[in-house]
């Protein structure tokens, strides 16, 4: 009997060991399935964009490094964001098809797949897709101490879009 | 006379416009085929990586924001970074591949093409690619306010690699 305890007290042990480090709090990792992007014509962002839909996938929040916050946000051809700025810059990595970049003062330039744009503090700019083909880039957008990252100004016009 | 000097004239006019406006200086894009990556092992970040080839594709230094910078990181299967930190934190978003990730003192997961991951500040932790697959990652890395953005530890032995 002595022995039967100990080889249950024994089992008990591994089988609670083993619980116990299946649901050991991990630092979670956000998966693609469990995201869902956001269409931007069904929000409150609608007015800053024109031209056709615009999704965002918002990969991590402002919240974490404080200075920073990521997206992914896919254009469908002609679709294009407003004259903005940022108050704190924002980094433009082109992950897929080919977009239109235009900084106020300058010509549009096209943007593909693997650009690398660093829009400074404060430059009037809009980006979007090109006219037959979508575009998706990531957007690092820096926040200021007040947590701001975008000021938001009036659309591209077709005249402005189409001088490219 | 008049008539052809103010014809050539006006011809001038157009020429010199037409060439400042294609002189004008422009908001820079970097472009893929204009960058150059890095192999790890013939650089100084040489021992702060194992069990195979790393290479960075550096694509916007520290200096822009001041506080982050961003590289794509592409590991061939095996490789890995040593176990290090970070003292402004990392965001790592996954663009290719299938990948390994581990906290000191959890488990080793699996990660994958479009997972995002939060490195808060100081956490031990390393990453690298799977047995088999290789893997490239996005990673944007703070930058603390003396410009510092990792501290490196110990080598993942083949034991810590090999427990997934």
Redesign the interface.
């Known amino acids: 009997m002595k022995l039967l305890s100990l080889i249950i007290l024994g089992l008990l042990i591994v089988v609670t060991q083993t619980q116990a480090?299946e649901n050991?709090t991990?630092?979670?990792?956000?998966?693609?399935?469990d995201r869902k992007s956001i269409a931007v014509s069904e929000t409150e962002y609608k007015n800053y964009f024109s031209g056709g839909e615009v999704r965002l996938d918002m990969?991590?929040p402002q919240t974490?490094?404080k200075?920073?916050g990521?997206a992914y946000v896919t254009f469908e051809p002609k679709a294009r964001t407003n004259w903005h700025a940022h108050p704190?810059?924002q980094?433009i990595?082109v992950?897929s098809g080919v977009g239109y970049?235009q900084?106020w003062g300058?010509?549009i330039?096209v943007?593909?797949?693997?650009?690398?744009?660093?829009?400074?503090i404060g430059?009037k700019?809009w980006h979007g897709a090109s006219k037959d083909i979508a575009m998706t880039h990531?957007v690092?957008t820096?926040a200021d101490t007040d947590g701001k990252n975008a000021e938001w100004l009036e659309a591209v016009s077709d005249e402005q879009y189409n001088a490219k």
């Not at 943007?111 to 400074?120: E, H, L, R, S, Y």
């Open positions: 480090k050991k991990m630092t979670p990792i956000s998966k693609i399935e990969l991590y974490d490094a200075t920073h990521g704190a810059g980094h990595i992950t970049f900084v300058e010509p330039q943007i593909k797949t693997g650009d690398v744009i660093w829009i400074p430059v700019h990531l690092i820096g």
